[in-house]
């Protein structure tokens, strides 16, 4: 294409393209990448780095993805960084597209890639603008599109595409077979279930020790037992937990059975088998600078995160939001709740809420404590992001040590 440039080039963009919002609002820019048209929810990520791991992140399948970073591409691509077989986001959005590979690890520059992916970018968008509209309307619809398309055909094509609530997206990213995958550190046999699992997680679980036999997200717990695992790892995944209603009853049977750590969707499949529910985030939370409250370690750490969806908190904190409420001022969620706020009555005995979200308050962790069963809504693997909760993999194996001297 004429305006890009080899992995060493830094020429802009220069074909006419568009961003276009369900609500009628239109961002002019410039084409890169593949031309086309294409449609899904448009969300906002705030982390500096990490864009090739982003776009090939399952969770963002269906997801159209702005960076607020106002230069991506300054680094290339490389194989290595590579989250998946694929490139699950849509349509890329940045301020400034770079095709630079000067660094010993880039194999091709960023536009050249995405062009051999047959991803749709635009550059030259205001994304400040951008991300202020999402926070302030909403994760919404859109349009992302640049070539022969007019405008009013862009905004009649819209109207027909789905919402992300209600879609059963971790089916349609799963591995299609049960594989294995043997660490030289492995001693613990686990099962992953995949919701669009990330590879970095299953090094991270490779570097605690664990071995993985990974299943499509429909297994059954009797599908999960009969690998006779001495774990259970519930993976990330794009989408609406709400109708993963097999997850949910998969999850059930395991529980007290077999230690159980989720991560992302994972928690929101465990927690809704502990019997609680999820909603839509306004506009999600993605990034690597989230910070999140430890209350069984009663420290602050910096999280990765990419979910659109959160489990519901309970009336005890959900009654620090709203001022007033409660004869007072409104409570921030620096100062730890009471044990009594934390707790949780569940149909597999008593819980807790173990993180909350400090922008927020959402609910970033939850553990069982009649039971080996613990999760989390953010990535401690963090691909890419800080590695403050990577401790969390070691936990889990902890806990299958426990159970395994429990059942000697």
Same mark, same amino acid.
């Given at each position: 294409?004429?305006?890009?440039?080899?992995?060493?080039?830094?020429?802009?963009?220069?074909?006419?393209?568009?961003?276009?919002?369900?609500?009628?609002?239109?961002?002019?820019?410039?084409?890169?990448? &593949?031309?086309?048209?294409?449609?899904?929810?448009?969300?906002?990520?705030?982390?500096?780095?990490?864009?090739?791991?982003?776009?090939?992140?399952?969770?963002?399948?269906?997801?159209?993805?702005?960076?607020?970073?106002?230069?991506?591409?300054?680094?290339?691509?490389?194989?290595?960084?590579?989250? &998946?077989?694929?490139?699950?986001? %849509? $349509?890329?959005?940045? %301020?400034?597209?770079?095709?630079?590979?000067?660094?010993?690890?880039?194999?091709?520059?960023?536009?050249?890639?995405?062009?051999?992916?047959?991803?749709?970018?635009?550059?030259?968008?205001?994304?400040?603008?951008?991300? %202020?509209?999402?926070?302030?309307?909403?994760?919404?619809?859109?349009?992302?599109?640049?070539?022969?398309? &007019?405008?009013?055909?862009?905004?009649?094509?819209?109207?027909?595409?789905?919402?992300?609530?209600?879609?059963?997206?971790?089916?349609?990213?799963?591995?299609?077979?049960?594989?294995?995958?043997?660490?030289? #550190?492995?001693?613990?046999?686990?099962?992953?279930?995949?919701?669009?699992?990330?590879?970095?997680?299953?090094?991270?679980?490779?570097?605690?020790?664990?071995?993985?036999?990974?299943?499509?997200?429909?297994?059954?717990?009797?599908?999960?037992?009969?690998?006779?695992?001495?774990?259970?790892?519930?993976?990330?995944?794009?989408?609406?937990?709400?109708?993963?209603?097999?997850?949910?009853?998969?999850?059930?049977?395991?529980?007290? #059975?077999?230690?159980?750590?989720?991560?992302?969707?994972?928690?929101?499949?465990?927690?809704?088998?502990?019997?609680?529910?999820?909603?839509?985030? #306004?506009?999600?939370?993605?990034?690597?600078?989230?910070?999140?409250?430890?209350?069984?370690?009663?420290?602050?750490?910096?999280?990765?995160?990419?979910?659109?969806?959160?489990?519901?908190?309970?009336? $005890?904190?959900?009654? %620090?939001?709203?001022?007033?409420?409660?004869?007072?001022?409104?409570?921030?969620?620096?100062?730890?709740? &009471?044990?009594?706020?934390?707790?949780?009555?569940?149909?597999?005995?008593?819980?807790?809420?173990?993180?909350?979200?400090?922008?927020?308050?959402?609910?970033?962790?939850?553990?069982?404590?009649?039971?080996?069963?613990?999760?989390?809504?953010?990535?401690?693997?963090?691909?890419?992001?800080?590695?403050?909760?990577?401790?969390?993999?070691?936990?889990?194996?902890?806990?299958?040590?426990?159970?395994?001297?429990?059942?000697?």
């Amino acid at each position: 294409m004429k305006n890009q440039e080899s992995g060493t080039g830094n020429k802009q963009p220069e074909s006419p393209a568009a961003v276009l919002l369900e609500d009628g609002t239109l961002y002019h820019g410039q084409g890169f990448g &593949s031309p086309g048209a294409v449609f899904g929810e448009i969300v906002f990520n705030t982390g500096m780095t990490g864009y090739q791991e982003v776009v090939t992140d399952p969770s963002y399948h269906g997801q159209m993805v702005t960076f607020t970073y106002p230069l991506i591409g300054n680094y290339g691509v490389s194989t290595t960084a590579n989250e &998946s077989d694929q490139v699950h986001s %849509r $349509a890329v959005i940045v %301020r400034e597209a770079h095709n630079l590979a000067r660094n010993s690890t880039a194999e091709q520059g960023w536009i050249d890639w995405l062009s051999l992916q047959e991803v749709t970018g635009v550059a030259g968008i205001d994304t400040r603008a951008l991300t %202020r509209r999402i926070r302030s309307e909403g994760a919404m619809r859109a349009a992302v599109y640049w070539g022969d398309f &007019s405008e009013a055909e862009m905004a009649a094509r819209l109207e027909g595409t789905p919402s992300m609530a209600g879609q059963d997206l971790a089916s349609r990213v799963t591995c299609a077979e049960p594989y294995e995958i043997e660490f030289l #550190k492995g001693k613990h046999r686990v099962v992953v279930i995949d919701y669009g699992i990330k590879r970095s997680i299953l090094k991270q679980l490779g570097v605690a020790g664990c071995n993985v036999t990974v299943l499509p997200a429909w297994a059954t717990a009797e599908d999960v037992l009969a690998a006779e695992p001495e774990g259970v790892f519930l993976s990330n995944g794009p989408g609406d937990p709400a109708p993963l209603d097999y997850a949910v009853r998969c999850v059930e049977g395991l529980l007290g #059975k077999v230690p159980v750590f989720g991560i992302c969707l994972g928690h929101q499949i465990l927690s809704m088998a502990l019997g609680l529910k999820t909603y839509k985030l #306004k506009f999600g939370h993605r990034g690597i600078n989230h910070p999140v409250k430890n209350l069984e370690r009663d420290r602050v750490e910096i999280t990765s995160q990419n979910h659109g969806f959160a489990v519901e908190l309970p009336e $005890a904190l959900a009654a %620090r939001l709203e001022a007033g409420q409660t004869g007072g001022p409104a409570k921030t969620f620096f100062e730890a709740p &009471s044990a009594k706020e934390l707790k949780l009555d569940t149909a597999f005995g008593a819980a807790t809420i173990s993180h909350l979200n400090l922008y927020d308050g959402t609910v970033e962790g939850i553990r069982c404590l009649d039971l080996q069963a613990f999760s989390v809504q953010y990535h401690p693997e963090a691909s890419p992001g800080p590695h403050d909760s990577r401790y969390l993999f070691d936990d889990f194996v902890n806990d299958i040590v426990i159970n395994k001297v429990k059942q000697a």
